[in-house]
């Protein structure tokens, strides 16, 4: 399993190895201990006590930007700073 966390977004997926990979058992035993320790609940946790709240405030924080009032530059700046953690 891969975990990346980028701007605040949960992503995951899977590694793929191929049928002669040496990592193929060790890869077998942490999906293994990954069920024995909730860690699909845990993700699902998260996301109401840490992920949803800061996102929810980033939103707010855009919404309070009267972007009609800026500038070009200021736009340019502020378009920048949303897409950045993204990038």
């Not at 060790?26 to 860690?39: D, P």
């Not at 980033?58 to 009609?68: C, F, M, N, V």
């Amino acid at each position: 399993m891969s975990n990346l966390d980028i701007g605040g977004w949960g992503y995951v997926g899977t590694v793929r190895f191929g049928p002669d990979d040496l990592r193929l058992p060790a890869r077998i035993r942490g999906c293994i201990e990954n069920v024995r320790n909730c860690k699909e609940l845990q993700s699902v946790q998260l996301w109401y006590t840490d992920w949803k709240p800061t996102q929810e405030a980033r939103i707010a924080e855009l919404q309070r930007i009267d972007t009609s009032s800026l500038s070009d530059d200021g736009l340019a700046n502020h378009v920048s700073s949303v897409l950045t953690p993204f990038l």
